[in-house]
Structures are given as C-alpha cells and as structure tokens.
C-alpha cells in the first residue's frame, strides 16, 4: 500500500521519512501525524483536550504531547531544506495551540 508523503518535501526527505518509518513507527505515520496535528489544532474542541479522556485513538482524541514528539523526531531525520519547510509548517500549527 502506497502512503502519501508530507507535501513539498525533496525525494531525499520522503526517503529519510520511509526509513524512520520502517524502522521505528508504522508506514504513512508522519504525514499521518502532521494532518492529525493540523486537525486538531484547527478544531475549537482542542482547547477541551484532557489526558485523562478520549478514546484512545489518535485520529479522534490524539495525545499533543505525544504527536509533538512524534512529528520533531520526523524533523531530526530530515535534510536542513526540508527540516525547515516542515518546522516551518508545524510553527504556524503551535501558534494555533
């Protein structure tokens, strides 16, 4: 199954993504991740987020602290052009948190 890639990344971006990917997470996560992140912090319930409840699942009640930490592991694999295209999508994201 073929995952999409987080847009706007170099082909040497998507390839260090799929390595992380394979070695550590699951195939597809990052841009997974990214679109649950900017899901959430665009919608006006995530000011109500608890640690204490949700579902569990991360596309419907996602962990921030967890989806953060994931997504800057995403950004220490990357090459520098790509590293801040990224960071630079996930500031304007934090800002919205």
């Given at each position: 199954m073929r995952h999409r890639p987080?847009?706007?990344?170099?082909?040497?971006?998507?390839?260090?993504?799929?390595?992380?990917?394979?070695e550590?997470?699951?195939?597809?996560g990052a841009a997974r991740a990214l679109r649950t992140w900017a899901w959430?912090?665009?919608?006006?319930?995530h000011r109500l987020w608890s640690e204490a409840e949700g579902?569990?699942?991360?596309?419907?009640?996602p962990d921030p602290p967890e989806l953060r930490l994931f997504?800057?592991?995403?950004?220490?694999?990357?090459?520098?052009?790509?590293?801040?295209?990224?960071?630079?999508?996930l500031d304007q994201l934090d800002d919205m948190w």
């Open positions: 987080i847009p706007g990344l170099s082909g040497r971006g998507v390839a260090a993504i799929a390595r992380l990917e394979r550590r997470f699951d195939p597809g959430f912090v665009r919608t006006p319930g579902c569990g699942v991360s596309e419907c009640c997504l800057h592991a995403v950004v220490a694999v990357l090459p520098p052009k790509d590293a801040r295209l990224l960071r630079k999508q």
